[in-house]
């Protein structure tokens, strides 16, 4: 069995003082680069992680470290369970949240969580986002939801897994890679895709769809939701069995 | 007859091996980068596209490529019925749009579409750029209009000529060259000019106007359009046959 | 009488082959430059003119010039009535409006025109600009009004003229040092100064102000504007007899 | 004692020439010209000042002066009372309003009045800063509050000194670390904290905040604040007894 044999390889590196997750641990480090160079986040309000499927680790940013400081050995590595696997840094605090959405999502591979500004204002206004026009649904299937805040139960004990479980409950009938994001009432955007360089993207774009959907409210408050068959016929182009469009 | 003989001189230089569209196809690269230069468009949303009349071809941007790796040689052309005439990529999804405006509007010479951000929020709250003052005034006779989302049967089948063809409905009374510009609905703006420079010019200023309409709103809710004669005076101050503007 | 005696040593000058105007024309082109700079123009939308009380004149930007390559020798000279005094090209199509204000401001040194964005936006909305805080009462001496529109007949006949006598009938009571600035209904904002460069810093400050208050307007429609008694000890706690802001 | 032992100590450096407060003045300079360089101060619109608690002196940015020519030596020395101690400049014209914080605010190091954008915007709109989101709930605890207009007679003697006493008196039943800011009707915010540096920092942070809080306002006019039960918790997760957030 696979796994198995990579968990033996793993230990043989170890022992040879040789670091397991060098390129988990510096694309890692990279995307949270990123996220501060595209002004995703503002001083350390923001955090990625990526899972590896198969040694069943993440790696994630560690907690209030400086984006300019930041190198890959400083990026914390987990099991699953949160558990420490390597590094001497705290991993951020959000991370039980990630964690609830690499158990619960298969498919994904990256987590992203900021306080983008205009996605942010949104979750704080309490609003989804609706899909305004053909830009939002060239990426987004729909709306962007809006996970309830979580309760004071919830707040009390596990406070980030739970904020975790409230978005996977947001995706119950809804396939998390066609949505890519969700907005946490009061809160702010958690981001994810396939990779996490593709969660980077949609995060970027994300923060664009928000800013554009502010916009339109404010021309035009009583703005409509795109029609359903061009709702379709744009993600469809792009993301269908059909798709047309790029060098495909 | 002129036309042939292009044709048959095409012919030649192919068997040459020199391509025949380097400078349109230089153009056309130069003005997809300033695009992205000058901010009107984010990932790639957006593509420009130049006509030759005298070789009836139209060259454009290819889709989904990255506007950093683009070089001329990269720009497919193709003739007025949208055949590749030459270029190994494929051109954007939108090509079918340029054409119909190219074969309706026969004094442009260039086609932009971005979804740059204020414009494209018009679009998106279903509403015509208004125009609230002299700047707008200088550069478009009268409002931007707003071209219809395509019905469900125009998506269905041939989706962006359809796009065209409702932006060309939408100038039957009017002269596509006094109002370089258009909105579609839920969509973004296409604009031209009689040159592919002159339609990023247009691009430019569209974007500066709807930002500043879009913030005349929000001073004043109930703005009202420039009256008529100042519209005519400063249009025609510009471009009319008495045209005082500028060192001409 | 001096004045006869300056003309005098104009045309000595002049025969010498030695432009009389060099100081003015360079300070009038590092000003129009810098309007660019500040990002209070977009396009060419926009000129710098400065008096040159002891000979009479006024050098001003020439129309529709590119900012990037204009020079001093490119800065026209006229009389107080418009008249060509030195130069080739042809000065701004709004010379007249700042002549009609330079012959009714006996103490302004400098005249800007520009269409930068939120003033451009009060004067589209038509609103004057309320005294919000301190930040605009260090600056202006109550709410900087609203010119209205020219009417048709002003418009057929000497627009630009016309444009500058509403203006000066809108501070028929008013001290034009105190309010250096106007929005004209519909257009756009003039300003001025003791000198060019002044008027400079007050076109600066004017858009940050028109930003600042629209901004306020968001946030609360109903905004108030300043306490006279507040009003009257930020600005003359700056320009007043006993002022005590600075190094004085 | 310690106070007067480093009284002694001032005096020796004194007669040999060599200023006691070089370590104070170029922070003091540092973070005036950071306020710049942020992009929270616009013009001269801004100045910062330290205390020094142990010999009971306060450096602050002098009035007027440009910020890309200030040094330390231009800082000025007052003591608590504002008598000059040291340097050739005039203090700030708002030295009172900052003494008023040091003396009633023991634990403050640092104190920070810019006409920052978004936060001058509150203040004009005569709105505090609610607080929307977990984003405002991890730096303050709650609404930014907005103490009252100084009255006629406060005005007219001793302003600046009232300005700072009506923020005391806001700050009556609230520890002023806790919510380090406050906004001055009509005027703009004042901002500290337990050095100039940290106010630095919540002065930045204040400044999105409070965009943050527009845009929400935007989007949502009725947005409703945060749940206390979530400011709890984001507040105490970094700042309470049992703080996890950060490498501490």
Not at 187 to 192: I, S
Request: proline share 6%; charged share 20%.
């Amino acid at each position: 069995m696979i796994r198995v044999h990579s968990v033996h390889n793993l230990h043989i590196v170890h022992r040879k003082n040789k670091p397991m997750y060098e390129e988990l641990k510096s694309r890692v480090c990279a995307v949270n680069i990123a996220l501060k160079e595209q002004g995703l986040v503002f001083q350390t309000w923001g955090n990625a992680s990526a899972v590896d499927r198969e040694q069943s680790v993440v790696a994630i940013k560690p907690s209030g470290v400086d984006y300019a400081e930041m190198k890959p050995e400083h990026i914390p590595v987990v099991d699953l369970q949160g558990n420490k696997v390597e590094g001497e840094l705290k991993p951020s605090v959000d991370l039980a949240s990630h964690l609830a959405l690499y158990n619960a999502f298969a498919d994904i591979g990256g987590v992203i969580h900021t306080h983008s500004h205009y996605a942010t204002c949104f979750a704080q206004a309490r609003r989804e986002i609706p899909c305004f026009g053909t830009t939002h649904a060239d990426y987004f299937y729909g709306s962007v939801p809006l996970a309830p805040p979580p309760s004071p139960g919830q707040v009390k004990d596990g406070y980030e897994w739970n904020t975790g479980v409230l978005i996977v409950e947001t995706f119950m009938n809804r396939d998390p890679l066609s949505c890519p994001a969700v907005l946490v009432a009061g809160h702010g955007p958690f981001v994810w895709g396939q990779t996490i360089e593709k969660a980077l993207e949609n995060a970027c774009v994300l923060e664009e769809l928000a800013k554009m959907a502010a916009t339109t409210l404010e021309i035009n408050p009583k703005s409509m939701p795109l029609e359903d068959y061009l709702l379709n016929k744009h993600f469809l182009r792009k993301h269908g069995e059909n798709a047309y469009y790029g060098q495909k």
